[in-house]
């Protein structure tokens, strides 16, 4: 070796190492979290699509076919199909909500979502054990959600109040 020539020493380059594995952690962690989060917004989206698509529906009923569309629980409609020919309001009604709730459903085990459409208080959010129905007050589509976000499970929840 020639004198006042100097290399790294193993320390110092496994304190280098040790810095730069990290720093990449950093980096997979916050990659991680922007995923969870595209994901979560881009549910929050099909909810909007799903929701303006049931809305719209209801609001090109007359006003007195409205009923059809009111549900006692999150169960109601999880079943059921399209009504293809001379179908009545009730049918109309059964079929758009079914597909509604099936809309909720296809994402699958990372979110879990309920919806409803019912009268109660627009300030009073849902839950997914709680959809704040009462039977009085405005019309709405209220729809809670459950999200994974960071490894916890978030619980979202929206009102879309209807008007004729």
């Given at each position: 070796m020639i004198a006042g020539e100097r290399g790294f020493s193993l320390v110092e380059?496994?304190?280098?190492?040790?810095?730069?594995?990290l720093a990449v952690l950093a980096l997979v962690s916050v990659q991680a979290k922007s995923l969870s989060q595209a994901r979560d917004s881009e549910f929050g989206g099909r909810v909007?699509?799903?929701?303006?698509a049931l809305a719209?529906?209801?609001q090109a009923s007359p006003e007195s076919v409205w009923p059809h569309y009111l549900e006692g629980g999150y169960d109601d409609h999880m079943s059921g199909g399209d009504c293809?020919?001379?179908?009545?309001?009730?049918?109309?009604?059964?079929a758009a909500l079914f597909?509604?709730?099936?809309?909720?459903?296809?994402?699958?085990r990372s979110v879990r979502a309920r919806g409803i459409v019912c009268r109660g208080d627009s300030k009073?959010?849902?839950?997914?054990a709680n959809a704040g129905c009462d039977g009085k007050g405005?019309?709405?589509v209220r729809v809670a959600w459950r999200a994974r976000?960071?490894?916890?499970?978030?619980?979202?929840?929206?009102?879309?109040?209807?008007?004729?």
């Amino acid at each position: 070796m020639i004198a006042g020539e100097r290399g790294f020493s193993l320390v110092e380059a496994q304190v280098a190492l040790l810095i730069w594995a990290l720093a990449v952690l950093a980096l997979v962690s916050v990659q991680a979290k922007s995923l969870s989060q595209a994901r979560d917004s881009e549910f929050g989206g099909r909810v909007g699509d799903a929701v303006a698509a049931l809305a719209s529906a209801i609001q090109a009923s007359p006003e007195s076919v409205w009923p059809h569309y009111l549900e006692g629980g999150y169960d109601d409609h999880m079943s059921g199909g399209d009504c293809l020919t001379a179908c009545s309001a009730q049918q109309l009604a059964d079929a758009a909500l079914f597909r509604f709730k099936r809309a909720l459903q296809a994402e699958g085990r990372s979110v879990r979502a309920r919806g409803i459409v019912c009268r109660g208080d627009s300030k009073v959010r849902p839950t997914l054990a709680n959809a704040g129905c009462d039977g009085k007050g405005e019309w709405a589509v209220r729809v809670a959600w459950r999200a994974r976000l960071g490894g916890k499970w978030l619980e979202h929840a929206g009102v879309w109040p209807l008007r004729p």
